[in-house]
């Protein structure tokens, strides 16, 4: 502790596990838009991961409740939420946008791999042919026709879901935003700064797994795909720096009671996460990064190692960010004169190794999804079939 800090402010009540619950969601919403750009908007350069990504999403949003649940303590109140509503929160909120949200996912996923189920369960044998006969949901009608339908569907769930999407993380920052005892948090960009952060989140999360996932199955990359990501990166993460700039700056120009505090913890007391992690590193790094390799004539093969690398950057700043948000708030004392210090132990359910779990399930189910329906175009799985069976994948 520094300063004068009043005796009930010893402790970090949102640890690291309130830290990654908020980018686990703004991974969630950032991978959808992705999905969306293809469904909704036509961007025919995205069709190639625009099954993959709704698939991430899928499995990002199944364990974005864990980490709120793991930290109640009591795990079996979870239900509570659901079971005696109040209107008049913004927390309790979250599990009816949660819920929303799921279904809309699902049924946009059920859709668009409708004919792939119906394939399977009619060609399969045994425990597979019965696991896809039930997801097939009792519809094999596959015709054009329905076809035509499902696509109308498809349009129209993906239309909704962008913002729902922004709705399930935007809420987030409007929670922060809304605690006016905190000059930290208490700010109207904060929303906006969640939403563009989480987009640009799940668009470099998108862009490394592509890349990653295309190695271990020996699929040849899209490049025009791979750059069509990068440049959409590049354009949100952009505005993203540009807000969280005005957002500073604004707090200086005002200069209020509270700035002297602030400065002292932006400069002093999270220098290292904010300026160094959050904005050099996550931020001004890789925007000079990719706009020097996609000006430049290099070739496409040499240019994926630099797009990976500002894509792992990015991730990590936008982490950073939700970091220095949750933990950097909690750090000033009510009193505007004095800080606590806040180190996440290794053990224990708001651990590092907790969180680090929980960081871990998203890839599993991913994996699993992308097990039961193949995200990859169907002339690209039939292709690889000689090199790479899919049950070795």
């Not at 009608?141 to 922004?166: M, Q, T, W, Y």
């Not at 290099?298 to 933990?327: C, D, H, Q, Y």
Request: glycine share 8%; net charge neutral.
């Amino acid at each position: 502790m520094e300063g004068f800090i009043y005796p009930n402010e010893g402790v970090v009540e949102w640890d690291l596990l309130i830290t990654i619950y908020p980018f686990i969601t703004g991974l969630v919403a950032g991978a959808f838009v992705v999905s969306s750009l293809y469904h909704v908007f036509g961007m025919k350069s995205l069709k190639p991961v625009a099954r993959f990504s709704l698939i991430t999403a899928l499995a990002f949003l199944l364990v974005t409740p864990l980490p709120l649940i793991v930290h109640l303590g009591h795990q079996e109140r979870g239900l509570e939420m659901f079971l005696t509503p109040n209107f008049t929160s913004a927390m309790s909120a979250f599990g009816y946008i949660w819920l929303m949200y799921l279904l809309l996912v699902l049924g946009e996923v059920w859709l668009i791999f409708r004919p792939d189920i119906v394939r399977y369960a009619l060609s399969s044998q045994g425990i597979k042919k019965t696991i896809y006969s039930v997801l097939a949901l009792g519809v094999y009608d596959v015709s054009e026709e329905a076809l035509s339908i499902d696509r109308k569907l498809i349009k129209a769930l993906a239309a909704i879901g962008v913002p729902a999407a922004f709705l399930l993380h935007g809420y987030v920052g409007f929670i922060f935003g809304a605690v006016k005892a905190n000059p930290w948090w208490s700010t109207s960009l904060m929303p906006v700064i969640f939403l563009m952060s989480a987009v640009v989140s799940g668009i470099a999360l998108l862009i490394g797994m592509y890349i990653v996932v295309a190695k271990i199955r020996r699929m040849p990359l899209d490049h025009g795909c791979l750059r069509s990501m990068t440049l959409w990166l590049w354009g949100f993460l952009s505005l993203d720096l540009v807000l969280e700039g005005l957002e500073v700056f604004t707090m200086l120009y005002e200069s209020e009671e509270s700035w002297g505090i602030v400065h002292q913890l932006i400069t002093e007391k999270i220098a290292v996460s904010y300026l160094g992690i959050q904005f050099v590193l996550g931020s001004v790094l890789p925007l000079l990064i990719i706009g020097f390799i996609e000006l430049s004539g290099l070739k496409e093969n040499i240019k994926t190692p630099f797009r990976f690398v500002s894509a792992f950057l990015v991730v990590a700043g936008v982490f950073a960010m939700r970091w220095n948000v949750v933990i950097g708030g909690q750090l000033l004392s009510k009193s505007l004169r004095g800080f606590i210090s806040y180190t996440p132990p290794l053990l224990g359910l708001d651990g590092i190794l907790v969180a680090a779990a929980i960081m871990t399930l998203p890839f599993i189910a991913f994996f699993i999804l992308s097990h039961l329906l193949p995200p990859w175009p169907e002339e690209t799985r039939v292709g690889e079939r000689k090199t790479l069976s899919f049950q070795q994948w």
